[in-house]
C-alpha cells in the first residue's frame, strides 16, 4: 500500500513539472512576443518621412469663388442653314466643309429655265391686259362724247366704264404675276446669309432638290457661347455677367466666359433651366466641342486649406499638419467652398494661419512621425513621400 503511494506521489510531481516547464516556455513566447512589438512601435516612431515642398500648403486667408459646376457643348451663336426656294436641278455648287463664304455670296444655282418662261409668260399676258386697257379706254372716250351729244344713253357710258375698269384690273393682276415669278426666278440663285464656314454640304451638283430642301449649313466661328443646362434651385444664384473659367476639349488652355442670357422658361419634365454663356477668346474652337468648369456666383474670404488634404476617416474631419518637424493631426471644421487660382479650397477651423498642412495626395500619416523636406521644391500636387529608417 505504501508502495503504491510513493507511485502515485512520482507521478504527481512529474506532472507538475511539465505545467510549470509549459507555463515558463508561455511566459517566455509571450515577452519576446512585446518586446518585438515595442521594438516594431520604436522603429516606427523613429521613422522619418520625406516630403518635398509642392506636399505642403500653408494655410492662409484667401478669396475663394464660389460656383455652380457647369458643362455643355460650343454653339455658334450666328447660323444659317441654306436651302431651296425653288424646285429644280442644283447647279454649280462648289463650295465644302471648311470653305469660307461671305454674307451674300452666290454659293449655287437652281435651273432657271422653266422660271424664266414663266417670266415671260406672265409679261405678254401683262401686255396682253395693257393692250385690253388701250381698247377699253378708247370705247369709253367715244361714248361718253356720244352721250354729252345725245346720241346713246347714260347707260352705255356706265357698261364701258365697268369695262375700263376690269380691264385695269386684270392688267394689275397680271403685273403682279409677273413679280411672283421674277421672286421665284430670283430664288433659283442660293446666296450665303451670313459670313462664315461651311459646316455641312448636304446637297450635289446634278441633284433635283425640292423646295426646302437643305443645301449647305454655314456657322459664324468668330462668336461662340455655351448652352449649359442648371437645375432649378442652381439657376436661382446665376446672374447676367457672371464669369466662368472652362476646360474645353483638346485645348491645354482656360477658357473665359460670361453669361450672356438666361432662359427665362424651365424646360418641361426635367424642371432645368438654359443658361448661355459667351466664349470671350473664340480663337482655334469649333462648334461641338465639349467645355466645362464652374460659374463663379459668389466670393468669400476665409482661412482655407485645399479641399483634398481634409481627411475624413476618422469620426471628425481633420487634416494632417506639419508641427515640430512631425505629423500631428488636427480636428478641422469646415466651411465654405470655392476656387483659388486653379485648386478647390475650403475654408476651415481650428487652424491657426500659417499652419502646414500636408495634400491629399500623400496618404495616410502616422501621428508623430518625423518629417524632412527635400531640397529641390516639388511641383504643386507633390510626390510620393520617401520613409527613411
Known sequence: MTKRKLKWAAIGFVLLLLIAFSVMRALSSRKAQQDAVAQSAAAQVQSVVELAQGDVVKVEMRELAQGLPISGSLKAVNSAVVKARAAGELQGLTVREGDTVKAGQVLARVDATEYLARVQQAQQQADAAKTQIDIAQRQFDN????????????????????????????????????????????????????????????????????????????????????????????????????????????TSRPVLAKVARINPSAQAGSRSVLTYLSIADAAGLRQGLFAQGT???????????????????KPAPYVQAVENNQVAHKTVQTGARGESGKEMMVAVTGLAPGALVIRGNIGPLREGTAVKFTSAPGAPGGSSPKTAP
Open 143 to 250: 361714248n361718253k362724247a356720244l352721250v354729252e351729244q345725245g346720241f346713246i344713253s347714260k347707260s352705255a357710258l356706265d357698261t364701258s366704264l365697268n369695262t375700263l375698269e376690269g380691264a385695269k384690273a386684270t392688267h394689275k393682276a397680271a403685273l403682279a404675276a409677273v413679280e411672283m415669278n421674277r421672286k421665284t426666278l430670283d430664288d433659283t440663285v442660293l446666296r450665303s446669309p451670313i459670313s462664315g464656314v461651311v459646316a455641312q454640304r448636304l446637297a450635289q451638283t446634278g441633284e433635283r432638290v425640292a423646295v426646302d430642301a437643305r443645301v449647305l449649313e454655314i456657322v459664324d466661328l468668330s462668336q461662340l457661347e455655351v448652352e449649359a443646362t442648371l437645375s432649378g434651385a442652381d439657376s436661382v444664384d446665376v446672374r447676367l455677367g457672371q464669369s466662368a473659367v472652362l476646360q474645353v476639349e483638346g
Open 295 to 313: 460659374l463663379a456666383t459668389a466670393q468669400a474670404s476665409a482661412l482655407a486649406a485645399p479641399l483634398s488634404a481634409v481627411r475624413t476617416d
